[in-house]
């Protein structure tokens, strides 16, 4: 890796950083459910899709994507954060919201991946 591609990620993980603790500072919770990790996880796989496709019609220079991609996306969402709210739900014996928080977490992600991708596909095709 190159001085300047450290650039474009440093700089991308840095925004993903700052835009997931502006959402996340104030804990939303809908019921017992962390809804502050769900939004910035669905947010993030939504600009994934989209900058997939982006980058495949245009053909963009990799360090587009250790920006967007590695840096912004990989910074904004968080996995950590969703394991340790999972893990409270689990040792509070609150499965149902487990359960819940699980299939939201995971199955909204790729749902909003594949909605980013469909969106940008049906926008540069037209």
């Known amino acids: 890796m190159k001085g300047l591609e450290y650039?474009?990620?440093?700089?991308?993980?840095?925004l993903g950083a700052?835009?997931?603790?502006k959402v996340t500072e104030s804990p939303l919770l809908f019921n017992t459910l962390p809804v502050?990790?769900?939004?910035?996880n669905v947010i993030g796989?939504?600009?994934l899709g989209a900058f997939v496709i982006i980058s495949e019609q245009y053909h963009l220079?990799?360090?587009?994507?250790?920006?967007?991609a590695v840096g912004f996306c990989?910074?904004?969402?968080?996995?950590?954060s969703f394991a340790l709210d999972s893990n409270n739900l689990l040792e509070n014996n609150q499965y149902g919201i487990l359960a819940i928080?699980?299939?939201?977490?995971?199955?909204?992600s790729i749902a909003a991946l594949i909605g980013g991708k469909s969106l940008m596909s049906a926008i540069i095709t037209n």
């Open 7 to 14: 650039v474009f990620l440093a700089v991308g993980s840095v």
């Open 61 to 68: 220079d990799g360090r587009y994507s250790l920006f967007a």
């Open 36 to 40: 502050n990790v769900l939004i910035v």
């Open 45 to 47: 796989a939504f600009i």
């Open 101 to 108: 928080n699980i299939i939201a977490n995971v199955g909204l």
């Open 74 to 80: 990989g910074s904004l969402t968080t996995m950590s």
């Open 18 to 21: 700052f835009l997931r603790y």
